[in-house]
């Protein structure tokens, strides 16, 4: 056999063993990875359907998925059991997962009471489809609230801003009783605000009628409005405010009574000289006077 033809064979050899053993290593290396990354994946909890705010979370609720560590969210959970009989303070989504942040502390209560926030008070209130702005009043919105009635001081009805950028924290339908004792179906709006604002809006629901407005959430801005009578609508101009009644007068004080100054007459200041000229002829001197005009 041609030694050439064995040297050529034995090179194709060697050369086929290092490309075959590139080739394989570069494969070990890529399935490596993902096989860590199977071992590695993390349970989390979802939702399997939109959960409101005071629902109380139960295990048809939620379930678990895989994930990778990079996608694990912060404050998420690995475990069913600790959510389950949690309740909802913030809405959650389908598949979402379930957050730390959106979850009451267990035993906290059910409804919104835990999600009322330290210090501040929730107060339902009852509007009509007109009020409640036919029905665009949702809970996360935030509303300005108006009062029309007549106050003490004034000569007709008007209508006052009491409170502004009040959040709604739900909105819809209640059984009440009407004068009769009959069960009627009412629209309540339930605020969140502070004390001393719900001593101010229980007040105006039971003095007058109250009308909330809708406003921008991002509009954080509190205007100072007069309020309006109803003479105003037609043109009549707003009667001043009653004067504020003066303070008594002070005592009046002691008069001293000072002697006047003693005037010392003055001697009027003599005349001036006359105008004089003084002449000299030759070694003679005199002196001719000019009388003064009058």
């Known amino acids: 056999m041609d030694r050439r033809f064995l040297t050529v064979l034995g090179v194709s050899l060697v050369f086929a063993l290092v490309v075959s053993s590139v080739f394989y290593q570069m494969t070990a290396r890529s399935s490596g990875p993902r096989k860590a990354e199977q071992t590695d994946m993390k349970d989390v909890v979802v939702a399997t359907r939109p959960l409101g705010i005071g629902v109380m979370i139960k295990p048809a609720d939620v379930k678990l998925v ?49 999600t009322i926030p330290v210090g501040m008070r929730a107060v339902t209130v009852r509007v ?68 001393g604002d719900a001593e101010t809006l229980t007040l105006a629901n039971g003095e007058g009628r109250i009308q909330l407005v809708l406003r921008n959430s991002s509009d954080e801005g509190v205007d100072k409005t007069p309020g309006k009578y109803v003479s105003e609508l037609y043109g009549a101009a707003r009667r001043p405010a009653a004067p504020v009644a003066k303070a008594s007068a002070p005592a009046p004080k002691a008069v001293v009574h000072v002697a006047p100054p003693v005037v010392i007459p003055i001697a009027p200041p ?24 009058n």
């Open 66 to 114: 895989r994930v990778s560590p990079d996608g694990f969210p912060k404050g998420a959970f690995s475990k069913v059991e600790e959510v389950l009989d949690r309740p909802v303070v913030s809405n959650i989504l389908l598949d979402e997962p379930l957050l730390e942040g959106r979850l009451a502390v267990k035993g906290s209560g059910m409804g919104l009471a835990p």
């Open 270 to 293: 003599p005349p001036p000289p006359p105008d004089q000229i003084v002449v000299f002829r030759g070694d003679k001197r005199t002196v001719e006077i000019i009388p003064r005009a």
């Open 128 to 195: 009509n489809d007109v009020a409640g702005a036919a029905g665009f009043v949702l809970p996360g919105l935030k509303v300005d609230v108006l009062v029309t009635g007549h106050p003490p001081s004034g000569d007709s009805n008007m209508t006052t801003t009491v409170l502004q950028n009040v959040l709604v924290l739900s909105a819809g339908q209640a059984m009440q009783a009407d004068a009769r004792g009959t069960p009627v179906s009412v629209t309540t709006v339930t605020l969140l605000v502070t004390p």
